[in-house]
């Protein structure tokens, strides 16, 4: 069968405080135009379908809007799953009704280890989850890590395997060799819950979620969509798209989206971005991440920057200020959770964390990162 | 036909701090009873599902489960249309799915005029509205009000009235002359928003949620069904329960349920309540709205009645206390939000409101309250 591969939607994001509601309108028409071209047999969005546990009215109508063209319009089967932005609970609300018309979503495990059954397919949809959620179904006191529970559940998914079908995992979690952009919140805290690659080689091909990046992982049959829009200037240069999967014979084939407003990085002068020549060069609508070069003090830059690029969604300096009292060095934000409440934990006692402190730590920082829907 | 009448079950709502999601299922478990014994037809419920527009995760879960044992589990239609207390849009997801199961739920206009059809009778499902939606339906800048927005919405049902049925609205507004107790929103901002009962009278039944006094309207065929639960000290002496209506000929017969935890107002001095013999009449259990007949100051009154009663609600003086200091009045927030607002413009201004100032500000107060579910 072929399938179109596609996770992150983040409905209801902001940009830099810009909504992106048409933006995720556009991509999603694109989306369903691709699948009618491709004429694919089923769409799996792998997690994050909504960017808060608590979703906008105007973020809820969006969704809903799409799933109805997309499953009840164009009678594309979906097969969804919750990821860590998504409220399980609320995702689910109408789920036991979805099945009727091919709309299959998964939001606990209990359904990730039941296969939706097409007929040379099997898909298991693992949502976004925590190890406590396993080691309660499974009443194993031992799944303390992502892997160890991933590993319980996989060995649970292939005794429902059917040797006649093909294998398809959809999931959300990071996956260990992967890399990163700014965008995507850390939920591999510490290191201990990022999954190594050799745990999913028994299916054929796993449709994951997550990263906001296509290319994030190196394997020919384990790959993240991508999400559809950029959502950070560290994506500035990535390809947005979705993947077509024929699964036998096993082909990937990567769509690109057209961007109705792309994400620039700007790195020039200030003279030289506010002359006629250069701002022409950038659509007015385009969001733009301003990196100046010069190192002196510009009156009121952002606001007249703003009449040549109305959109911007950062201005930072490549080489720094003159007054270097405002280049003072703030906590390092871009390390993940563990590390800072490592060094925070050194600073305080002038002890290291116990291997056991640092498991209670992963624990606690992975729960409250999943309700906090950093 | 035989359907079952309730409303107002605002899932997720708290007593004075204390959960009712106990109570909520049990009284949940008692209609469903009913329903089975009554051999009910279908299951009403007008409006305000949920106590507020943003539900949490757990009542968000536990709407879900009830809809789903009622009308997956129960296989009963159900017909319900969103409250002033609900978001319709939330409310709505998964909408275009329920149908198929015979669960109609109608959050905007456009499906109020829809008749709902059963063999002998045809179901109107109005939700809770705001007269500009009645303006954009029907391109009428004239509906300003609740009352002509309405004669124009019933103008456009009774054009699909099928003679040969019986016709049943369903409806969540305030109807002139229906009295109140503290726990409603009041949405008849100004006395502008009462809907005349006369304007009802081609319906053979109105199914109607806001108020939770099932007597609060004294009408043989227009009917408040009350909520299932009491919510304050003002509804203690309220009996609670559902409707169950036949059609034709037509009969209404109210069948009471039985409170999980009462609530109660104890009216006695400090030396009674705490008398072992007082005490043990009322279940610990039981919520307690308390009323001191002394006016002496006594010392740490709440934590020392806690002992006898553990969820007391709310403690007031009957006749005051002795320092008159601590009795001053402050704003009377009894009034309704129209007259706190006419009475702040006087003292401020020194005028009265015009006709049209008082128009602009029902308005303004009506969109507040929808948006701020007060």
């Known amino acids: 069968m072929r399938f179109l591969h596609t996770a992150d939607w983040h409905i209801g994001k902001k940009l830099h405080g810009f909504d992106l509601a048409e933006e995720q309108i556009d991509a999603f028409e694109q989306v369903k135009k691709i699948a009618l071209q491709q004429k694919v047999d089923a769409v799996v969005i792998a997690g994050d379908l909504y960017d808060r546990s608590l979703p906008s009215e105007l973020a809820v109508e969006q969704l809903n809007q799409m799933i109805i063209e997309l499953n009840l319009k164009l009678k594309k089967p979906i097969l969804a799953i919750s990821g860590n932005h998504d409220s399980a ?21 209990v359904e990730a280890l039941q296969p939706i059954e097409f007929e040379d397919t099997q898909f298991f949809l693992l949502p976004y989850f925590q190890p406590y959620q396993a080691r309660n179904l499974f009443e194993d006191p031992t799944l303390v890590e ?49 999954v190594p690659a ?108 703003r009449n040549y690029y109305p959109r911007i969604i950062s201005l930072e300096r490549a080489y720094g200020r003159e007054d270097n009292d405002a280049e003072k060095e703030d906590v390092n934000l871009n390390l993940d959770p563990m590390e800072l409440l490592t060094n925070f934990f050194h600073e305080i006692t002038d002890e290291e964390l116990s291997s056991e402190q640092k498991k209670w730590a992963a624990e606690s920082l992975g729960t409250l990162e999943k309700e906090a829907d950093l």
Chains 1, 2 share one sequence.
């Open 146 to 194: 992502v892997n160890t529970a991933l590993k319980r559940i996989i060995k649970e998914m292939k005794m429902k395997f059917n040797p006649l079908k093909k294998h398809i995992l959809v999931a959300h979690f990071f996956v260990a060799g992967s890399s990163k952009t700014d965008s995507e919140t850390k939920i591999e805290v510490g290191g201990l819950n990022a």
């Open 89 to 109: 609970t609320r995702l689910n609300t109408g789920h036991e009704w979805f099945k009727a018309t091919q709309y299959y979503l998964s939001t606990n495990l």
């Open 198 to 305: 050799e745990l999913l080689c028994d299916f054929d091909y796993v449709a994951l979620g997550h990263l906001h990046n296509k290319d994030a992982l190196k394997e020919e049959k384990i790959k993240y969509s991508g999400s559809l829009l950029k959502f950070s200037a560290s994506e500035a240069n990535l390809k947005k798209g979705v993947w077509i999967v024929d699964t036998d014979p096993f082909k990937c084939t990567f769509i690109p989206l057209i961007p109705l407003r792309d994400v620039v990085v700007l790195t020039n002068s200030y003279q030289e971005l506010i002359s006629p020549k250069t701002a022409k060069q950038i659509p007015r609508e385009t969001y733009v991440a301003i990196k100046l070069t010069d190192k002196a003090i510009i009156p009121d830059v952002m606001n007249s920057l």
